[in-house]
């Protein structure tokens, strides 16, 4: 059976696979290595997605735990 330590373990690592995806895409602008304005629009679109679908993971840890930034991190 599925407990509760299952699904924030799954929830962190979903949540940290977002984060460096959002850390690569980061580098991608700040370098100047999007190729053009196609790929600009994509790029930002994808992260705001990200960053949307990582604060309704980080919303849904709270519910469980008091500090959601030190799980996380953990």
Known sequence: SIT???VVDFAKHVYKKIQQREN???ML???????????????VGEAQGLSFAKDEIKSLLESTA????DLIRS
């Open 4 to 6: 509760i330590m299952d």
């Open 24 to 26: 690569d895409i980061s």
């Open 29 to 43: 602008l700040l370098t100047g290595a999007v190729k053009d304005h196609e790929q600009y629009r994509h790029l």
């Open 66 to 69: 008091e500090d959601v930034e």
